[in-house]
């Protein structure tokens, strides 16, 4: 079996192809790489907890009680957990009582739905209160010692997302324990050795903190809100121009030394990006190339019928 852990249930137009992939997968397995199933799909509300990619907005009690069990509900519907990118790395104790995270962690906290942690003290808090959540270790944390990185395979995860610069060190992935715990990351937009990576993750984390509030939303509506972006000349990168990056993960490699290797769970990143760039990187990694381009066709269908665009009857 070959896992892939993809972004967006909330998007509509992504969320959307999503749910076409998943369909696709399992009514025609046949134009996909053997084993391939979609695992999880990853994203989050607009809430302080979050954390990867700023999410504008803001949800109120009532609206995550009506409008969290509709976007969960559909992939779980179709056996699919929902995990939930709570990796702010700026929590205090005073993020830990927000009640509508709590109420938002409640809703999803049905037995298949899992959490993404960053903030020890978020775990535990986390852990404290659902006991019986899956959580996964996120690639945020940035470990690489690899002492440091067994320690870590020896917690109580569901999975550890390793971090993406020792995708291609083959001489240390022979050697770890609990290969199947572990989530390599196949496409990351990052270059190696990122020294911005960490100030990245705080600045999305300070926007969750300070923006994700009633006036945000307003500003939102109106069109005068100033949602400020991380610049770095690296994150526009396509998804055929992630292809050069060191750090890639081919699917040939994925086939031929990864999963021999006792590799099975793939992350594909993604979360906001527009839908035919996604639809380009679910095909080169689980469609067979003589199916590409049917496959590729009915997930921008999907996508461009979520949109409103075309016509029916």
């Not at 907890?49 to 009680?65: E, L, P, Q, S």
């Not at 702010?88 to 962690?105: G, H, M, R, S, W």
């Not at 470990?143 to 990185?149: A, F, P, R, V």
């Not at 979360?271 to 921008?300: C, H, S, T, W």
Request: charge should be positive; include cysteine; aromatic fraction near 10%.
């Amino acid at each position: 079996m070959v896992n892939f852990h993809i972004p967006n249930f909330l998007d509509r137009y992504n969320g959307t192809m999503n749910m076409t992939l998943i369909s696709m997968i399992k009514q025609a397995p046949q134009m996909f790489y053997d084993g391939v199933r979609i695992a999880s799909v990853f994203d989050c509300f607009p809430l302080v907890w979050n954390g990867g990619r700023i999410v504008a907005g803001y949800m109120d009690m009532n609206t995550a009680k009506r409008l969290v069990p509709q976007y969960l509900g559909r992939f779980n519907a179709m056996g699919v957990p929902c995990r939930l990118t709570f990796t702010n790395p700026l929590i205090t104790e005073k993020e830990l009582a927000d009640p509508v995270c709590n109420a938002v962690l409640d809703i999803a906290d049905n037995g298949l739905n899992e959490a993404i942690v960053f903030s020890s003290l978020l775990e535990e808090h986390i852990r404290k209160t659902h006991p019986k959540m899956k959580l996964t270790s996120s690639t945020c944390k940035q470990i690489t010692d690899i002492t440091e990185l067994k320690a870590e395979l020896e917690r109580d995860y569901s999975l550890v997302v390793l971090d993406y610069n020792l995708n291609n060190k083959f001489d240390i992935l022979s050697t770890l324990p609990h290969k199947d715990k572990i989530e390599l990351l196949t496409n990351a937009v990052c270059v190696p050795n990122c020294q911005r990576r960490g100030e990245h993750y705080r600045f999305i984390g300070k926007y969750q903190l300070e923006h994700c509030c009633p006036e945000e939303l307003e500003k939102i509506r109106s069109g005068t809100a100033n949602v400020e972006e991380w610049k770095c000349p690296h994150m526009n990168k396509n998804a055929f121009l992630r292809r050069n990056s060191p750090l890639h993960i081919s699917p040939k490699d994925i086939y031929t030394k990864y999963v021999p290797m006792g590799y099975k769970n793939f992350k594909l990143e993604g979360r906001g990006n527009i839908f035919p760039d996604l639809a380009e990187q679910y095909v080169y990694y689980m469609a067979k190339p003589e199916y590409r381009d049917i496959v590729r066709y009915n997930l921008l269908c999907s996508a461009a019928a979520a949109a409103g665009s075309g016509r029916q009857g």
